[in-house]
């Protein structure tokens, strides 16, 4: 009995984990937004380096993550006079027996003084037990809860036409950091930001986006080959139903 017991503790121990682990992310992104520091930023991305450094302190001190950075560029295919596009990106890591992990993608705008909002993306490792509602432990939501320093920038109404008390859909989505959330902007932003432009074939911030894709990404993409390559339920089923993690 008592080696049967060891081998199962053996394979379990094996197996392939499909997230990374909320400390393992708060690891990660101590280290990553360090690392993104030290990239060489556009010129007006000058406070971006002083907010990571501070944010990689906080979070090392306290244990807990909470960030907000944005940027702005021309709208891609708006006409010359169009108002900038203010982009904002957002990460909230509060570990504990309920924990919170968020990162949030917003598009705004600033117009006779106004700031309004026209996108915002949810991205969310929930982790709660599925009760009544199944949902993805891994989602995007359109609009999702309104952070405090997002509220700060865009008074009411806000993102309000987006019906943020509406949770449907959560959409299963790939694992986030908040270095892949900047690389995804910065790739949406690249034909309108000459320094974005350059920024994205720059080494250092290549690997940044490597590393942060071998830690997050890379055990999320061999779990589902895994998964699927056993030829059980439907995979979209699977993230429904209890994580194994």
Known sequence: ????????????????????????LLSHEVDSLN??????????????????????????????LNLHLWFEAPAPRAARDAPHHSIELGAQI???????????FAIGSLHNGQRTGLRKLDFDM????????????????ISGRMSPSLGQRYGPPGFDNMVPSLDKPRIVCLPKSFALLAHLAFLE?????????????????????????QKILKPHIDYCASWMQRGEESLLSHFYSPPRV
């Not at 060489?40 to 990689?56: C, N, T």
């Not at 932003?189 to 894709?213: F, P, R």
């Open 1 to 24: 009995m008592p080696p049967r017991q060891s081998r199962q503790v053996s394979r379990a121990n094996q197996q392939p984990s499909c997230y990374v682990t909320v400390d393992g």
């Open 126 to 141: 929930d982790l709660t037990p599925r009760t009544q509602e199944p949902k993805p432990t891994m989602h995007s939501q």
């Open 35 to 64: 690392h993104m520091a030290t990239v060489p930023w556009p010129a007006d991305f000058w406070a971006w380096q002083i907010e990571l450094q501070k944010a990689a302190r906080a979070a090392s001190n306290q244990g807990s």
């Open 94 to 104: 509060l570990p504990g027996q309920a924990p919170l992990v968020t990162y949030f």
């Open 189 to 213: 932003y690249q034909s309108t930001h000459a320094g974005i432009s350059n920024l994205i074939s720059d080494s250092k911030w290549l690997s940044v986006v490597k590393n942060a894709e």
